[in-house]
């Protein structure tokens, strides 16, 4: 059974920095590319970033790109979200997923090519 846990979230003013975990277990972590997802209020869940098994290869939403990076460590089982310069707009519960294959693709900004999901940890950002 894969468990996937996020940590991090909370509570920060606007142009702080917070860095999300997301500690995975039940299957080979390695061999799965790796993303982070979030979801306002009244909005749909949306693609933030993944990254691929090795590390190498990302992908971010435009809305963060320049601002979040996404890494791992495979040696930890752990995939990172590091968010520099939030903004109020970033607030939502952000999501860890793990994707069905190890390489990233067109298919990566989908929810459809995750097939594990953690509970959620809350990014609240204030003006």
């Known amino acids: 059974q894969v468990q996937l846990v996020e940590s991090g979230g909370g509570l920060v003013q606007a142009g702080g920095s917070l860095r999300l975990s997301c500690a995975a277990s039940?299957?080979?972590?390695?061999?799965?590319?790796m993303g982070w997802f979030r979801q306002a209020p009244g909005k749909e869940r949306e693609f933030v970033a993944a990254?691929?098994?090795?590390?190498?290869?990302?992908y971010y939403a435009d809305s963060v790109k320049g601002r979040f990076t996404i890494s791992r460590d495979n040696a930890k089982n752990t995939v990172y979200l590091q968010m520099n310069s939030l903004k109020p707009e970033d607030a939502a519960v952000y999501y860890c997923?793990?994707?069905?294959?190890?390489?990233?693709?067109?298919?990566?900004?989908?929810?459809?090519?995750?097939?594990?999901w953690g509970q959620g940890t809350q990014v609240t950002v204030s003006s």
């Open positions: 990254v691929s098994w090795t590390g190498r290869t990302t």
């Open positions: 997923a793990q994707q069905k294959r190890a390489y990233l693709s067109g298919s990566t900004y989908s929810n459809n090519e995750y097939d594990y």
């Open positions: 039940g299957r080979t972590f390695s061999n799965y590319a």
